[in-house]
């Protein structure tokens, strides 16, 4: 038996890194799993990769009400109840201060933050009580980097959310858990990182695990 046999949970941003990671794990675990991503041949590539059982792929953006909508259409429609969100999508723009744009921010908070809210007021009514909320932030939250302010603080304010959000939900006794990944090779990082090589990607990588104590 696994330890999520019977369970349903849903994971934003599912089609690569940590999400897929965390969607073929729950699934070897005995849970069913629907996935969330933009780009419609990472998630199919990665249903594929999860097994095609006990996996549903659903087209959405996290930013989007709209779509968050479809994401919960699905849902009720196959398995009408979720156990568990991982709230993982997010994106990555690297930019010092000086260099920040409009679109950077709201690209950053518009994914990172509101789709956060939103995925998650958006499941209550089929969540059930006692269920677990498990939302992705980062090391960055409570680190500074150079150039990853617009990160850091949308990070930071899921940090927050998970903080209020155990008070509101406390009399359904829903669990709301926060991790805090420190640098790990993701596709998302490898791109905002930007290297031209392998040696390159190496070397910023080792730069950024030097910077963390432990």
């Not at 699934?27 to 933009?38: K, L, M, Q, S």
């Not at 709209?66 to 994106?91: C, H, M, S, W």
Request: hydrophobic fraction near 45%; glycine fraction near 8%.
């Amino acid at each position: 038996m696994g330890k999520l046999d019977g369970k349903v949970a849903l994971i934003t941003g599912g089609s690569d890194g940590i999400g897929l990671a965390t969607a073929q794990r729950f699934v070897a675990e005995g849970a069913y799993v629907f996935i969330t991503g933009r780009r419609k041949e990472m998630l199919d590539a990665a249903v594929k990769k999860i097994g095609e059982k006990n996996v549903t792929g659903i087209q959405a953006d996290a930013s989007r009400l709209d779509q968050i909508d479809k994401i919960y259409e699905v849902i009720k429609k196959e398995k009408n109840t979720l156990d568990i969100i991982f709230a993982n999508a997010a994106v990555l723009n690297l930019a010092t201060l000086p260099a920040v744009t409009e679109q950077q921010f709201d690209d950053t908070f518009d994914i990172n933050v509101k789709g956060v809210l939103f995925t998650v007021q958006k499941a209550l009514p089929i969540l059930k009580d006692g269920s677990s909320i498990i939302i992705n932030s980062s090391i960055h939250s409570i680190k500074g980097f150079e150039a990853h302010s617009l990160y850091a603080a949308s990070k930071a304010a899921v940090r927050s959310f998970a903080r209020c959000w155990s008070v509101d939900l406390k009399d359904r006794k829903i669990r709301v858990n926060v991790l805090s990944p420190g640098p790990i090779q993701t596709a998302m990082l490898n791109h905002a990182m930007g290297a031209k090589n392998t040696e390159e990607l190496d070397a910023n990588f080792e730069r950024f695990v030097s910077a963390v104590p432990l």
